[in-house]
């Protein structure tokens, strides 16, 4: 159990590096992620509900020198795939900030961009089985071995009827969460309530 506490916690460190103020801090930790990502170490349904991470890989943008550009856009691509994420992407001002973003980025990122926000209009649905075997939890059984979970009962199924009144299920009313973009130069900024 304290492994995966422990996990969260580097995690949540490598989220925080991302807004550094050193650039050489800021792409390290990018770099960390994304070869956790491509090593199988953590996978897409660990960073999908990290608020903090999404918060992060927009404000990006915001640094004088924001180098890498289509590597944040291409895992923001990547993690907006996931209905949660693109969820929480449009709860905090991403349509909107993207749609300012646009224009001050390489003509050549423009289908990234564009891919992102057809991703957080449509919400696609991923299939778990598409997850990679080491990303599903499989319980153990009382004699060391896994057991594969087939089925789950009705009342442990979710719907996207039951999810109508949330986006991600943690919004909180009366809590302060990121103020949409500067209306001229396109930057994200977090309320510091």
Same mark, same amino acid.
């Given at each position: 159990?304290?492994?995966? @506490? @422990?996990?969260?916690?580097?995690?949540?460190?490598?989220?925080?590096?991302? !807004?550094? +103020?050193?650039?050489?801090?800021? *792409?390290?930790?990018?770099?960390?992620?994304?070869?956790? &990502?491509? =090593?199988? /170490?953590?996978?897409?349904?660990?960073?999908?509900? #990290?608020?903090? /991470?999404?918060?992060?890989?927009?404000?990006?943008?915001?640094? @004088?020198?924001?180098?890498? $550009? #289509?590597?944040?856009?291409? &895992?923001?691509?990547?993690?907006?795939? =996931?209905?949660?994420?693109?969820?929480?992407? *449009?709860?905090? !001002?991403? *349509? #909107?900030? &993207?749609?300012?973003?646009?224009?001050?980025?390489?003509?050549? &990122?423009?289908?990234? *961009?564009?891919?992102?926000?057809? %991703?957080?209009?449509?919400?696609?649905?991923?299939?778990?089985?598409? =997850? $990679? $075997? #080491?990303?599903?939890?499989?319980?153990?059984?009382?004699? !060391?071995?896994? $057991?594969?979970?087939?089925?789950?009962? %009705?009342?442990?199924?979710?719907?996207?009827?039951?999810?109508? +009144?949330?986006?991600? +299920?943690?919004?909180?009313? !009366?809590?302060?969460?990121?103020?949409?973009?500067?209306?001229?130069?396109?930057?994200?900024?977090?309320?510091?309530?």
């Amino acid at each position: 159990m304290s492994t995966l @506490s @422990s996990r969260d916690s580097n995690l949540r460190q490598l989220f925080s590096k991302l !807004g550094h +103020g050193l650039e050489e801090i800021r *792409v390290r930790s990018l770099q960390n992620i994304l070869s956790k &990502l491509e =090593h199988s /170490l953590v996978c897409d349904a660990d960073l999908v509900q #990290e608020k903090h /991470l999404h918060i992060r890989l927009l404000e990006w943008f915001n640094f @004088s020198s924001c180098p890498h $550009q #289509e590597l944040v856009l291409g &895992l923001i691509l990547r993690l907006s795939q =996931h209905p949660s994420a693109a969820a929480i992407y *449009v709860d905090i !001002g991403a *349509v #909107e900030f &993207l749609n300012q973003l646009r224009p001050n980025v390489e003509p050549i &990122l423009h289908k990234t *961009v564009d891919a992102i926000l057809r %991703n957080l209009f449509h919400q696609p649905a991923i299939d778990s089985l598409q =997850h $990679q $075997q #080491e990303c599903v939890y499989q319980p153990h059984n009382s004699s !060391g071995g896994t $057991q594969s979970i087939t089925h789950l009962p %009705n009342e442990l199924t979710y719907s996207t009827e039951q999810a109508s +009144g949330f986006s991600d +299920g943690l919004y909180y009313p !009366g809590k302060s969460y990121p103020s949409p973009p500067d209306q001229k130069k396109g930057i994200f900024c977090q309320d510091s309530h």
